[in-house]
């Protein structure tokens, strides 16, 4: 635990909310997590791309959040993954950010209409900023778990290079040809020290969208994007596909918190109507 997971606010060990537990958790950084939490009956189905609310008793509230799932819609055994940042003051992940392996919690869903379109072998375009990866990561497993991958680019931003969540899974499935993908990650603090040697792209990932394009030779006619993350990185994406001439519905969007109300805890999935 760290510093930043310090909170005063009690987390009941027993409630009639509770019907899962944590378990597994690693941490890639003090603020970013992988934590797994498993139905304690039977598990649920979902299309990868949809979020289940997870959350816990305290002061006799369940205080909740939603998550993306970022594991394989096939593969429930373990439980669900979900790809976290801590978020000081939050409300729920401070919260999170206590609980041992073999915690209950609570979990609801799924939810969320941010899915694939059946049958589509277009090159799917996945943008990303921050935890928002999650979703294709459950989109790209459960298609190589079927059988069926589609060809991928992958656009991913963070602050830092070892904020870079499942850099090293996509960084494998590139070199050695497991996913047809092409991963592009880049950082927007070049000039810090935890970004020294940084060997790859600078900028936020709405900064590059256009000379990956133009490097890959995506269109409209052999491309289609999703995008998830923050609202202002999202509508500027949203407007350069546009002028590219990407109909609307050849873009699709998940908006990590409502545009103007950034959350009080991050990798919240505010999915819009």
Not at 18 to 28: E, K, M, P, Q, T
């Amino acid at each position: 635990m760290t510093d930043l997971a310090t909170a005063d606010r009690p987390i009941a060990a027993e409630s009639t909310f509770y019907n899962a537990v944590v378990s597994r958790r690693v941490d890639l950084t003090e603020s970013l997590a992988f934590v797994w939490v498993r139905y304690t009956g039977e598990p649920v189905a979902f299309e990868p791309g949809q979020y289940l609310t997870i959350g816990v008793e305290s002061n006799g509230k369940l205080v909740q959040r939603p998550y993306s799932v970022a594991s394989s819609a096939r593969e429930t055994t373990e439980g669900y993954e979900f790809y976290v940042r801590l978020v000081t003051g939050g409300l729920f992940t401070p919260l999170l950010w206590r609980l041992d392996v073999g915690h209950d919690m609570s979990m609801k869903g799924p939810k969320g209409k941010f899915v694939l379109e059946p049958d589509d072998d277009r090159t799917h375009v996945f943008i990303s900023s921050g935890t928002g990866i999650a979703p294709f990561i459950s989109m790209m497993k459960t298609l190589l778990a079927d059988g069926t991958p589609r060809p991928a680019v992958v656009l991913h931003g963070a602050s830092y290079q070892h904020d870079l969540g499942y850099r090293e899974l996509l960084e494998e499935w590139e070199s050695d040809a497991t996913y047809p993908v092409r991963y592009v990650p880049t950082v927007s603090r070049p000039g810090t020290s935890e970004n020294e040697a940084w060997p790859g792209r600078v900028g936020r990932v709405e900064a590059i969208v256009a000379d990956v394009f133009e490097e890959y030779a995506l269109d409209p006619d052999n491309s289609i994007a999703y995008i998830c993350g923050n609202p202002d990185m999202i509508a500027t994406v949203d407007q350069l596909l546009l002028r590219r001439g990407y109909p609307a519905e050849q873009v699709k969007k998940e908006l990590y918190w409502p545009k103007g109300k950034e959350p009080r805890a991050a990798g919240v999935t505010t999915p819009q109507p």
